[in-house]
């Protein structure tokens, strides 16, 4: 008979309820029995928790200026100078903080007896540079990848803007300069009820990897998962040979990240990743329902084609090859198909049984599902017919010429 035992601590109860707010915690990632605690005065808290005599603070980490009383801390955040958001890095080496003014900051983890040892570094320069510091309202980050391939590091602003950033070493010579941020793509979201006309208000976002290349995003009207292909080309390019590393490295952007809606209600209260394949979200709505939404890969057919060769190890690799170059090849049927294909996932609708919708709402969500019905179904079942139509014509004509050709030819044999 096994017995599970938990445990519940009060960290630091005086200070943390009455000093500030808490905006992150998160277990220390070399480190089970430390927790790091961002809160809103720019600091970052290390406490251990594993000591007989309690919780106790360990080390305090200054992010950004102090504020001056609460007057003080309404100007630094409308300035964007407060620490919103930290996240380590897949190799479990770094943490990186990220400022509302979309600043980010590097912070070793190595622990000792005295707790972390470790200098502040950036903000990080980010490339190629922008004005606007690729947005003024960021709220959220995280780090995917491995230990094997880059760190590709998302950040998340209020109006619904992601972006996607290598997190490589920097080549210049300044000490506090040892790594930069280099944009490789943005994606912009969905998060409003209403048509695209209806205007994009600020949203606080929230970002959790559910995968080696997927992420989710929660936002206040339900919850969208994003796959970036652009890691499983990272990983090809540190697994190639020298001679294929060109090619992979002019292939490595070529395919967008795509975002699907999974979840259209208001923000979920907690959701968790069932790892066993095929990868799951188990979302916890406001009103205590589970919801369950299994995550099929972007590259489905690529899986497919892997798992069919470890079920049948007897098939050679030009087998393999030659399996692929027949999947290349688009029939009729297939271009039908992504003519058919739709470009937005359908998510599940969730609505609060106890508010019921305003007609406001109610007609909104009325309109933004005539619009994807007429864009994403009627206007494509329109498209794939008229690609019907045009190879029906090219059918019969080239039947045309045919039965001309036949005519020729018999009265070719007869006069021989």
């Known amino acids: 008979m096994s017995v599970c035992i938990n445990l519940s601590y009060s960290v630091d109860e005086r200070f943390l309820y009455s000093q500030g707010e808490i905006l992150k915690v998160h277990w220390h990632p070399k480190s089970l029995s430390h927790l790091l605690v961002l809160v809103s005065d720019n600091t970052m808290r290390l406490y251990n928790i594993a000591l007989k005599t309690g919780?106790?603070?360990?080390?305090?980490?200054?992010?950004?200026?102090?504020?001056?009383?609460?007057?003080?801390?309404?100007?630094?955040?409308?300035l964007g100078d407060t620490a919103v958001d930290f996240t380590p890095t897949p190799d479990a080496e770094h943490l990186l903080i990220l400022s509302g003014n979309g600043d980010v900051y590097m912070l070793q983890c190595d622990l000792d007896k005295n707790g972390l040892q470790a200098k502040l570094k950036g903000p990080l320069?980010?490339?190629?540079?922008?004005?606007?510091?690729?947005?003024?309202?960021?709220?959220?980050?995280?780090?995917?990848?491995?230990?094997?391939?880059?760190?590709?590091?998302?950040?998340?602003?209020?109006?619904?803007?992601?972006?996607?950033?290598?997190?490589?070493?920097?080549?210049?010579?300044?000490?506090?300069?040892?790594?930069?941020?280099?944009?490789?793509?943005?994606?912009?979201?969905?998060?409003?009820?209403?048509?695209?006309?209806?205007?994009?208000?600020?949203?606080?976002?929230?970002?959790?990897?559910?995968?080696?290349?997927?992420?989710a995003c929660v936002h206040a009207h339900g919850l969208h998962c994003v796959a970036m292909p652009v890691l499983d080309r990272l990983e090809e390019y540190a697994l190639a040979d020298e001679g294929e590393m060109e090619s992979i490295l002019q292939a490595i952007c070529t395919k967008a990240s795509c975002a699907r809606h999974v979840l259209c209600s208001r923000a979920p209260a907690a959701l968790a990743l069932c790892a066993a394949p095929p990868h799951a979200l188990l979302l916890l709505s406001h009103d205590g329902d589970l919801l369950t939404r299994t995550l099929e890969p972007y590259n489905l057919e690529e899986h497919f084609f892997k798992a069919m060769q470890l079920k049948n190890p007897s098939l050679e690799q030009e087998d393999i090859k030659n399996l692929l170059k027949d999947r290349q090849k688009l029939s009729f049927t297939t271009i039908i198909q992504e003519v058919l294909e739709r470009k937005v996932s359908q998510p599940i609708l969730k609505l609060d049984k106890k508010d019921e919708p305003s007609p406001k709402e109610c007609l909104e969500l009325l309109t933004q599902s005539t619009v994807k019905l007429r864009g994403e179904y009627i206007a494509r079942q329109r498209r794939a017919a008229d690609v019907i139509a045009r190879k029906l014509t090219a059918a019969r004509a080239l039947a045309a010429q045919h039965a001309a050709w036949l005519a020729d030819l018999q009265v070719l044999r007869r006069t021989r």
């Not at 106790?56 to 409308?78: E, M, N, R, Y």
């Not at 980050?141 to 950033?165: E, K, M, N, R, W």
């Not at 994009?200 to 929230?206: A, E, I, N, R």
């Open 55 to 78: 919780p106790k603070i360990v080390k305090i980490f200054t992010i950004g200026p102090k504020p001056a009383g609460s007057l003080g801390l309404t100007v630094l955040d409308s």
């Open 125 to 215: 320069a980010m490339y190629p540079p922008a004005d606007d510091n690729y947005g003024s309202e960021s709220c959220a980050i995280t780090a995917l990848g491995g230990i094997d391939i880059p760190t590709l590091v998302v950040i998340a602003s209020a109006s619904a803007a992601l972006y996607h950033c290598l997190l490589l070493p920097n080549t210049s010579e300044e000490k506090d300069d040892s790594h930069a941020l280099y944009v490789v793509e943005s994606v912009e979201i969905n998060v409003t009820l209403g048509s695209e006309d209806t205007v994009h208000y600020m949203y606080p976002m929230h970002l959790y990897p559910v995968g080696r290349s997927t992420y």
